[in-house]
């Protein structure tokens, strides 16, 4: 299936510091675009996949699961990982388990994370049933689009495949295993109105992982998908300076003539 127009991948080339930024469940890159643009237009290395199964329609999610979302991440990180002297990882929502779970695998190879409204479980109350709803239950209402800025839109799915969120749920139970083994320096900012995920479950990271660099922001001005929200430049503010922090030499060698450079031939917002 051809990709829906704006939840194409983006990379950018740039500097000797990188970023991986990963979007959320049944969403897409076009969440997290301006975020990656403006990365990319402070001279850093951006790399800002489309997960599997996603930014076409909900019936090819059904046949992904959580093993060939990160397998795409990690990926994109080894990738990273040979070309800059220093790489980040963000994330928004399930992104943001991603993110985590990349960081309890690859230790010292990661500077930095960055994870906003991150999910750590399926709040749901139907979750429970998942494991045989699935079979016969093919997909229930989406939960894209959740943002308080009137006029910002969310690419997403309209429909969650139910055998894409069991698949989701049992990641979300190793991810939340393995976060003692997260140590790198994290920025958590989490909005306390989100209708998607529970304030709790950034409460139950920050409890959690092992990291002793941690900085915990509140977004009061948006819902869950802030990356479009009122907040959003705060996040992108911060998340640089973070970086900057971390990494002296980011955006040194930046070439900016090639924001914008995408994978795939299609431009989108």
Same mark, same amino acid.
């Given at each position: 299936?051809?990709?829906?127009?704006?939840?194409?991948p983006f990379r950018?080339?740039g500097?000797?510091?990188?970023?991986?930024?990963?979007?959320?469940?049944?969403?897409?890159?076009?969440s997290?675009?301006p975020w990656?643009?403006y990365?990319?237009?402070?001279?850093?290395?951006?790399?800002?996949p489309?997960?599997?199964g996603?930014?076409?329609?909900?019936?090819?999610?059904q046949?992904t699961g959580w093993?060939d979302?990160?397998?795409e991440?990690?990926?994109?990180?080894?990738?990273l990982?040979?070309q800059?002297a220093?790489?980040f990882v963000?994330? *928004?929502?399930m992104?943001? %388990?991603l993110?985590l779970?990349? %960081?309890a695998?690859?230790?010292?190879?990661?500077s930095?994370?960055?994870?906003?409204n #991150?999910l750590?479980?399926?709040n749901?109350?139907t979750?429970?049933a998942?494991?045989v *709803?699935?079979?016969?239950v093919?997909?229930v209402k989406?939960?894209?689009?959740?943002?308080?800025k009137?006029?910002?839109?969310?690419?997403?799915y309209d429909r969650?495949?139910?055998?894409?969120?069991?698949?989701?749920?049992?990641?979300?139970?190793?991810?939340?295993?393995e *976060?003692?083994?997260v140590t790198? #320096?994290?920025?958590l900012?989490?909005? #306390?109105?989100?209708?998607?995920?529970?304030p709790a479950?950034?409460?139950?990271i *920050?409890?959690?992982?092992s990291?002793?660099?941690?900085?915990?922001?509140?977004?009061e001005?948006s819902?869950?998908?802030a990356t479009?929200?009122?907040?959003?430049d705060?996040?992108f503010?911060?998340s640089?300076?973070?970086i900057?922090?971390? %990494? #002296?030499?980011?955006g040194k060698?930046a070439?900016?003539?090639?924001?914008?450079?995408q994978?795939?031939?299609a431009t989108g917002?």
């Amino acid at each position: 299936m051809p990709v829906l127009p704006g939840a194409e991948p983006f990379r950018h080339e740039g500097g000797e510091v990188g970023v991986l930024l990963c979007h959320g469940f049944t969403g897409s890159p076009q969440s997290l675009r301006p975020w990656a643009e403006y990365l990319a237009e402070r001279g850093l290395t951006v790399a800002l996949p489309l997960l599997p199964g996603h930014g076409t329609r909900w019936e090819d999610m059904q046949l992904t699961g959580w093993q060939d979302w990160y397998a795409e991440v990690d990926r994109e990180l080894r990738a990273l990982r040979e070309q800059c002297a220093q790489v980040f990882v963000f994330g *928004l929502s399930m992104g943001a %388990a991603l993110t985590l779970q990349l %960081a309890a695998k690859h230790g010292d190879e990661i500077s930095g994370i960055v994870v906003v409204n #991150p999910l750590n479980r399926v709040n749901d109350p139907t979750a429970f049933a998942l494991p045989v *709803l699935r079979h016969f239950v093919r997909s229930v209402k989406g939960v894209t689009n959740d943002i308080a800025k009137e006029g910002a839109q969310e690419l997403g799915y309209d429909r969650v495949p139910l055998h894409a969120a069991y698949s989701l749920r049992r990641f979300l139970g190793i991810v939340d295993g393995e *976060l003692p083994q997260v140590t790198q #320096p994290l920025l958590l900012l989490h909005s #306390p109105q989100d209708h998607v995920v529970s304030p709790a479950d950034s409460a139950r990271i *920050l409890s959690r992982v092992s990291s002793t660099d941690v900085t915990e922001i509140l977004l009061e001005q948006s819902y869950h998908v802030a990356t479009l929200d009122h907040d959003a430049d705060r996040i992108f503010e911060e998340s640089h300076a973070f970086i900057a922090r971390l %990494a #002296p030499s980011a955006g040194k060698e930046a070439d900016t003539g090639q924001v914008g450079q995408q994978e795939g031939t299609a431009t989108g917002g």
